[in-house]
């Protein structure tokens, strides 16, 4: 992998992390047309810039992570569901994980379902202020973030239609979508980077560099794509990010149809 394939892929997660459109489309499009080769090292490296884009949420929301017990004790109760499930279906997901054709389901899917959740939940922005969430409500959440875990569905969408379930309105499902993605990002990181750690100890200093380099881009790129998507979703909503998925996930399929070797790396 060369610096500016590194560059492009850190961008690629800073944008796509945070937005309900699906980082694991976007890094299946981007390392098949860059031709970057599947290796080890590769699956590292697309996993540890995660890292950067969980520092932006702690940057931006810095002071909402000085707040009281109960603030922690809700992620808590959110990040609970994917954890154990997490663990618990670890193969099958990576087993989904090569098969592009559930990631290019998954993405026409849930941008049909983009389509009409203005709408469902058009009650929720009429709102003086958005219901205090309820530690009920926080699991809850978070289930609707383990189904994340198919690939293509898109974390950020699912917890925040899960927010929006739960009566919040979308600005304040779409932030705590951002809390809640610092303890889920960070376990998934760490513990594929501890499967990893052999690897990573014999890592020369030009792949450090490149594991460096991808941290900061992301990081950058994280903190405009944030506050860019909290202005644009509360102004005009899920519509334009739902015709977004829709086009590509047609577009994976189109490819998949031509023949094209498209697959997360290895």
Same mark, same amino acid.
């Given at each position: 992998m060369s610096v500016w394939e590194a560059v492009i892929l850190a961008i690629v997660e800073g944008i796509t992390e945070f937005l309900p459109i699906s980082s694991t489309g976007h890094m299946i499009i981007a390392s098949a047309v860059m031709g970057i080769e599947a290796s080890p090292f590769t699956k590292v490296f697309i996993v540890s810039i995660?890292?950067?884009a969980i520092l932006s949420v702690v940057v931006i929301y810095f002071r909402r992570f000085f707040k009281d017990l109960d603030f922690y004790t809700k992620l808590f109760c959110a990040f609970l569901p994917t954890a154990v499930l997490g663990l618990l279906l670890k193969k099958r997901i990576d087993l989904l994980l090569e098969n592009v054709a559930v990631v290019a389901v998954a993405l026409l899917?849930? @941008?049909?379902? !983009?389509?009409?959740?203005?709408?469902?939940?058009?009650?929720?922005?009429?709102? #003086?202020?958005?219901p205090v969430l309820s530690f009920? @409500?926080?699991? !809850?959440?978070?289930?609707f973030q383990a189904i994340s875990m198919v690939p293509g569905? #898109?974390?950020?969408?699912?917890?925040i239609i899960g927010g929006l379930t739960q009566g919040l309105n979308r600005k304040t499902a779409a932030e705590f979508s951002f809390f809640l993605a610092?303890?889920?990002?960070?376990?998934?990181?760490?513990k594929s980077l501890y499967?990893?750690?052999e690897l990573l100890g014999e890592a020369n200093s030009s792949a450090l560099f490149l594991l460096l380099i991808g941290n900061v881009v992301a990081f950058v790129v994280a903190l405009l794509a944030i506050r860019f998507f909290i202005g644009f979703l509360t102004k005009y909503g899920f519509r334009w990010f739902g015709y977004y998925r829709i086009a590509?996930?047609?577009?994976l399929l189109v490819l998949?149809?031509?023949g094209y070797n498209l697959k997360i790396v290895d």
């Open positions: 995660q890292f950067g899917l849930g @941008g049909i379902i !983009l389509l009409f959740i203005d709408q469902w939940f058009a009650k929720n922005e009429e709102q #003086s202020s958005p009920r @409500g926080a699991f !809850l959440i978070g289930v569905v #898109s974390r950020s969408a699912a917890s610092v303890p889920t990002m960070f376990a998934a990181t760490a499967d990893e750690k590509l996930g047609l577009a998949l149809a031509l």
